[in-house]
């Protein structure tokens, strides 16, 4: 197969789809890998390291997508980027559709087969191809917010561990997934007083278990959240009803409570984001500002510490991207139920429930949208 790995384009996105260890993969089961030039670069992987394991170089992007049966990326394909589409063309990237209605339609146009890495499901109900950057989003959080509590941001002037005979600060975090579970170790960490709020009571039962006594567990309710915002110094938002847009879980109205100069990082943006106020930003720009309290709504925070998410999220993709190559989408699809739970959009049809639901169209079964030879 012809697979195709485009320069991201998304501001300040510097992670790449696929590393040279990859690439030699690839290769050696005799797929032909196209790099477009300079598109490791900014995760320190240079064209000569992929020339140097058999793969080809590319002088521009029209020349990477038009060579490819496959496409992997790292962000969903943006405006500048749909032209170069063709229909039966396989896509593997992140897409977050349930949160973009263009985007989503752009895609369902393009007549591509659109499987997106956030929704690839294991039966235990993981998101493997999730997990990496929600590990290092996680963790950036709390980063973040730590910068922007700073008096020179804008923040609380708050240092998140306190001293000794100060208090440290309070760091709320809505949802105890993988976000969740990494935002709260480094605030734990780093000494703050940390409350996470969960739904399911089973995940409440194991933080409790793994966390350290500085680590308060509640249930998620609207009253709960109310409570627990009005003394936060920092609020984390890693809620996610998988593929679908995210609940919104703290009001314009709600933050009136809130302390001047309090941080909300919202790692949830990506799926529309859990707190009413919320809107994307950039690593530009990361940061605005209603009623007093600072908002962070960067949608690929992994994209700011490149080298560590490049290889992080490379290492949990290869194995699927192996299968892809192999056996093309529709037998790795019929052989891999996990794959499977990627397909959101084939042939101009919607295959996953959650983005079907957020623009009231009809939703196809995907193991339907399989059994189609019109679609081989
Ligand atoms: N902005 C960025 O750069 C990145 C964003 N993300 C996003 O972060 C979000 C969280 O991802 P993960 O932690 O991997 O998901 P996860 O599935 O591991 O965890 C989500 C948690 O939210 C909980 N939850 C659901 N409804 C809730 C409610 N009403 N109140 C409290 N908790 C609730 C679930 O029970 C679950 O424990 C996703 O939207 C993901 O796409 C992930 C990586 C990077
Ligand atoms: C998960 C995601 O959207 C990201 O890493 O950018
Ligand atoms: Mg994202």
């Given amino acids: 197969m012809k697979i195709g790995v485009p320069k991201e384009i998304k501001t300040n996105e510097n992670r790449v789809a696929l590393v040279p260890a990859?690439?030699?993969?690839?290769?050696?089961?005799?797929?032909?890998?196209?790099?477009?030039?300079?598109?490791?670069?900014?995760?320190?992987?240079?064209?000569?390291?992929?020339?140097?394991?058999?793969?080809?170089?590319?002088?521009?992007?029209?020349?990477?997508?038009?060579?490819?049966?496959?496409?992997?990326?790292?962000?969903?394909?943006?405006?500048?980027?749909?032209?170069?589409?063709?229909?039966?063309?396989?896509?593997?990237?992140?897409?977050?559709?349930?949160?973009?209605?263009?985007?989503?339609?752009?895609?369902?146009?393009?007549?591509?087969?659109?499987?997106?890495?956030?929704?690839?499901?294991?039966?235990?109900?993981?998101?493997?191809?999730?997990?990496?950057?929600?590990?290092?989003?996680?963790?950036?959080?709390?980063?973040?917010?730590?910068?922007?509590?700073?008096?020179?941001?804008?923040?609380?002037?708050?240092?998140?561990?306190?001293?000794?005979?100060?208090?440290?600060?309070?760091?709320?975090?809505?949802?105890?997934?993988?976000?969740?579970?990494?935002?709260?170790?480094?605030a734990a960490g780093l000494g703050a007083k940390v409350v996470l709020l969960d739904i399911n009571l089973d995940r409440l039962r194991y933080l409790s278990d793994v966390m350290p006594a500085n680590v308060q567990l509640i249930y998620s309710n609207h009253q709960n959240i109310r409570e627990q915002i009005s003394t936060a110094d920092l609020v984390v938002g890693a809620v996610l009803i998988p593929g679908a847009k995210a609940p919104k879980l703290v009001k314009r109205e709600d933050l009136k409570l809130m302390r001047p100069g309090a941080v909300i990082v919202d790692v949830a943006v990506d799926q529309g984001g859990c707190i009413e106020t919320i809107k994307p930003t950039t690593h530009e720009n990361p940061t605005y500002t209603i009623d007093g309290i600072i908002h962070y709504g960067v949608a690929n925070m992994p994209g700011g510490v490149p080298r560590t998410s490049t290889l992080a999220l490379t290492n949990a993709t290869l194995p699927y991207v192996l299968q892809l190559a192999n056996k093309g989408w529709r037998r790795a699809l019929r052989e891999n139920p996990a794959l499977l739970k990627g397909l959101n959009v084939v042939d101009g049809r919607v295959t996953y429930a959650g983005v079907a639901e957020a623009f009231g169209l009809e939703a196809v079964d995907p193991a339907e949208a399989l059994a189609e030879p019109a679609l081989v």
């Fill in 22 to 186: 990859g690439a030699e993969a690839l290769v050696a089961a005799g797929h032909t890998v196209v790099v477009e030039t300079g598109a490791g670069d900014g995760s320190g992987f240079t064209d000569a390291d992929y020339t140097a394991v058999g793969a080809q170089i590319a002088p521009d992007a029209d020349a990477t997508w038009a060579a490819a049966e496959m496409i992997l990326k790292v962000k969903e394909p943006i405006e500048p980027e749909w032209k170069r589409i063709k229909k039966g063309q396989t896509l593997f990237t992140y897409f977050h559709f349930a949160a973009d209605e263009k985007l989503t339609r752009a895609h369902l146009d393009s007549g591509a087969t659109c499987i997106a890495y956030e929704t690839v499901e294991l039966p235990s109900r993981e998101l493997p191809l999730l997990t990496p950057m929600s590990e290092v989003a996680g963790r950036m959080a709390v980063q973040e917010g730590a910068k922007y509590l700073e008096k020179l941001y804008g923040g609380r002037g708050v240092l998140l561990g306190g001293v000794p005979g100060v208090a440290p600060a309070k760091v709320v975090i809505l949802g105890g997934g993988i976000v969740g579970i990494n935002a709260a170790k480094m």
